[in-house]
Nanobody, 123 residues
Framework: QLQLVESGGGLVQTGGSLRLSCAAS????????IGWFRQAPGKEREGVSC????????NYADSVKGRFTISRDNAKNTVYLQMNSLKPEDTAVYYC????????????????WGQGTQVTVSS
């Protein structure tokens, strides 16, 4: 059964850090670009950061550049999102998803999604 499972979310104070994990089962993650997306209440889902299948290319939303780092360990079939200097506006449900192409970090390009993990940053 194909699955993407996010973990690592939680409640953190402003300025704190979290590391999200996206673990794949049922398929080899190394064939796919992987993206992290988030959706806050009342807002559209947006791209946070995406990484190519080999890990050599990444992109980030302007709002998280310099604070978030995406990485992948294909041997562990897992992609990570290290989030530092968190702000209240980072509060959202975070999703990971896979794509056959690495082009734009937009939900339209990604076809298989996890269930999400909640990140809440208190002020």
């Amino acid at each position: 059964q194909l699955q993407l499972v996010e973990s690592g979310g939680g409640l953190v104070q402003t300025g704190g850090s979290l590391r999200l994990s996206c673990a794949a089962s049922g398929f080899k993650l190394n064939y796919y670009a992987i993206g992290w997306f988030r959706q806050a209440p009342g807002k559209e889902r947006e791209g946070v950061s995406c990484i190519s299948s080999g890990g050599g290319s990444t992109n980030y939303a302007d709002s998280v550049k310099g604070r978030f780092t995406i990485s992948r360990d294909n041997a562990k079939n897992t992609v990570y999102l290290q989030m530092n200097s968190l702000k209240p506006e980072d509060t959202a449900v975070y999703y990971c998803a896979r794509s056959n192409i690495f082009r734009r970090c937009v939900p339209f390009d990604y076809d298989y999604w996890g269930q999400g993990t909640q990140v809440t940053v208190s002020s």
